[in-house]
């Protein structure tokens, strides 16, 4: 658990290290190696709220794991929590610089629709490194080997809410595997090469979602070929070779800066998806277990050293904990009890999970079971359609029934059995009405059987907004019977495609 605490609160160091770093660089109030100097060096520096303000990926990251600790019933729902978080959060981001494509993105999500809150548009400006740094809580959450599945699926969704672009959302996947590395004890020279093997994971998931596919192919190979490039200059990318190998004169800052430029395709290290992981992945592997040499490396650059810096400083905190760090660097940090909590609620969560009764996937098998678990939603779509199609279905068998004598009309809110429904044609041509036959029959059963009697309730006013079950009960109460049945229909529709 210390470890965990220690990611969380590292993370955040080095970010606010490395944003101080950039911000010291575009002012005049001279380079942070003077400011250090003036200090007594990184030994004798506090990191206090005024002068060392986290930035926009502390923040990020922070709500990413907010999201992960509640108490979800499957996935959907988690990405509608990351969604209300992010959405409640991009507002209070200008004050600390934010990667404009985290605020692009955030602004294309869609927190009052219930299906499709979390998909965006396919973006060419989403290669950014906004989805890498606030990816590496994912990790500490699905750190389990046979969870490995979990973690490449909630990686690649809430990078792409984001950064819908595959430089920028395999770079999430990529921090989030590094996380689980860290904590599963993998050598550090492995990391880089199970990660390319976990791509071709990620690759078939997007396929199996069906979504922007033909943007993804035009730019997937970009990610995986400027990593094997790296694992080739340092000599790591096959299986017997077990130490990296760097140039003669990499100790010199200068040379690191322009080796990081040619890593990254914008001229400027750590810019994108790809190049900020591999910075953070580059400092890890020359510094050991030397917080100083890994801050000279990670946060001390003339990149986008607050990238790089949260991320290798997170996965520091995995490996080595708080024991070489100075604790004036996280003593007054900002927002430090909140990350504490974090890594400790990350922790609990990870490693009393079982595996077999939580493994929750948005597949059409366990979709079935989560419908019967959706009280609330498929008895307002039984009321719906017996107040909409009573009147449709009698119609419709009117004409084959025997004339009767006098007005006759059935109660308002009865409806005839799907069977009768069947038989009497007015859905058997139609194919999106042979959908609409098995739907209802569906939910026949369930009433039958009685499943649809057993309500469970969650157990706090948030978890119930964020299921959406009363909540969204009493905003189907505000639309017309048609509109409430619509949106049950396109539940049955959309996971259907799934």
Known sequence: ?????????????????????????????????????????????????????????????????????????????????????????????????????????????????????????????????????????????????????????????????????????????????????????????????????????????????????????????????KWQFYLEERKISDDTENKAYFPDNYDNAEERDKIYKKWSSEGRGGRRGHDAPMIAYDALLAAGSSWAELCHRAMFHRGES?????????????????????????????????????????HRLSTEEKSQTLAVKSDSAVWFQLLAERTVLLGEALLCMRQLFGRVCWSGLRTSAPARRGPHRPPRHTCAAPTQLWASGLFRKNFLGIRFFLFINLIDVLVKSGTLGRQRRPSSERQLMGRGSAHTYAALGSFSPLRRLQTAFKTCLLYQKH
């Open 1 to 225: 658990m210390e470890k965990f605490k220690a990611a969380m609160l590292l993370g955040s160091v080095g970010d606010a290290l490395g944003f101080g770093n950039v911000c010291r660089e575009n002012s005049a109030s001279g380079s942070i190696q003077e400011e250090l100097q003036k200090v007594g060096g990184l030994d004798h520096l506090v990191l206090s709220p005024g002068k060392w303000p986290v930035s926009d990926n502390t923040i990020m990251h922070m709500v990413t794991a907010e999201a992960l600790t509640t108490d979800y019933w499957c996935l959907d729902d988690l990405y509608r929590e990351m969604v209300r978080c992010y959405v409640e959060t991009v507002e209070k981001l200008p004050e600390r610089r934010p990667d404009p494509a985290t605020v692009e993105g955030c602004s294309q999500l869609k927190p009052d629709n219930y299906l499709l809150a979390w998909h965006t548009p396919f973006s060419e400006k989403g290669s950014g490194f906004g989805a890498a740094t606030k990816a590496m809580c994912i990790g500490m959450r699905y750190w389990k080997p046979e969870r490995l599945e979990t973690l490449v699926e909630v990686s690649i969704e809430c990078g792409r809410m984001t950064h819908n672009h595959p430089t920028g959302f395999l770079g999430s996947l990529c921090t989030a595997l590094f996380a689980s590395y860290a904590v599963q004890g993998k050598p550090l020279v492995q990391w880089g090469r199970d990660m390319l093997r976990a791509v071709p994971l990620a690759e078939e998931y997007c396929k199996r979602t069906i979504r922007h596919m033909a943007e993804y192919q035009e730019h997937w190979f970009y990610f995986e070929a």
């Open 306 to 346: 607050g990238a790089t810096g949260a991320i290798a400083g997170c996965l520091f905190g995995l490996l080595h904990g708080l024991d070489t760090v100075p604790r004036g660097l996280y003593q007054e940090l900002e927002h430090r009890a909140r990350l504490e909590e974090l890594g400790t609620a990350l």
